[in-house]
């Protein structure tokens, strides 16, 4: 019985070999190379969507962000160009809420603890949001009273820390102004920021014994726990705000 032999068609072999009579090097291989070059310089969506990355990023996020002299919204260099015009007008509106002070927080202080105090304002007004402090050794008007500078701290500030120590408890004046805050913003949760340095927690003022403290045990934390509630009371009151307009 006779071998048959199994030949697998070759559908291109069958296309080329009913092709005309034609060169087929400079005819079908040019054109499927020149297809083949349009499809690799066809956009790919991955390259779409980076695009957008930026330009089209929600704006949820910088809705209610503090301004550029508050907080710094993000590491990445982005042109003006890309910035929207809705963002343009909640920072504008955002800074406008925060220069309705003279100043973002009063340090209220006993003249014995101005070492620590100036470390903290160094430390606040050297971060990217370049908060504005009151330090009454530095911004205090000279030969103004100073009952009216106190009350004119408390009132033109938007926050106020409390250094609590044994020093601060004997100082008539430094009472003065812890009541003064207190009778400004009683439930103002974040404006009030009792800072506790070299006392037990007994000793803690039974007026701020509804308030949460900060402890000072390693400086550098405790100069960022304040920053963080700066930031956070000043988040909330522009998104109140922005809410009741």
């Not at 690799?40 to 002299?69: C, I, T, V, Y």
């Not at 590491?75 to 504008?92: F, H």
């Not at 913003?185 to 949460?212: F, H, Q, S, W």
Request: aromatic share 10%; net charge positive; proline share 6%.
């Amino acid at each position: 019985m006779a071998s048959r032999t199994w030949t697998k068609k070759n559908p291109l072999s069958a296309y080329v070999n009913n092709l005309p009579s034609c060169d087929f090097t400079s005819c079908h291989i040019a054109n499927f190379a020149g297809w083949f070059k349009a499809f690799l310089q066809k956009p790919k969506k991955d390259s779409d969507l980076s695009g957008r990355s930026l330009n089209n990023a929600p704006e949820s996020s910088a809705s209610f962000s503090l301004p550029p002299l508050v907080r710094s919204s993000s590491s990445l260099a982005v042109s003006p160009k890309q910035v929207s015009s809705t963002s343009q007008v909640n920072t504008s509106r955002s800074e406008s809420i925060r220069r309705s002070k003279l100043y973002d927080v009063c340090i209220c202080h006993n003249e014995g603890d101005l070492e620590f105090v100036e470390k903290l304002v160094s430390y606040l007004e050297s971060q990217p949001e370049h908060f504005r402090c009151f330090l009454q050794p530095r911004d205090a008007t000279v030969g103004s009273a100073i009952v009216t500078e106190l009350c004119d701290a408390v009132r033109n500030s938007h926050c106020w820390v409390l250094l609590i120590t044994p020093k601060f408890l004997t100082d008539p004046w430094c009472r003065y102004q812890m009541h003064h805050a207190l009778t400004e913003a009683p439930m103002a949760n974040g404006r009030t920021i009792p800072v506790l340095k070299d006392m037990d927690r007994k000793d803690y003022p039974r007026e701020l014994r509804c308030i949460y403290y900060i402890s000072v045990a390693i400086w550098e934390t405790s100069f960022k726990q304040i920053k963080e509630t700066l930031i956070r009371y000043l988040q909330e009151l522009c998104e109140n705000t922005s809410k009741t307009d």
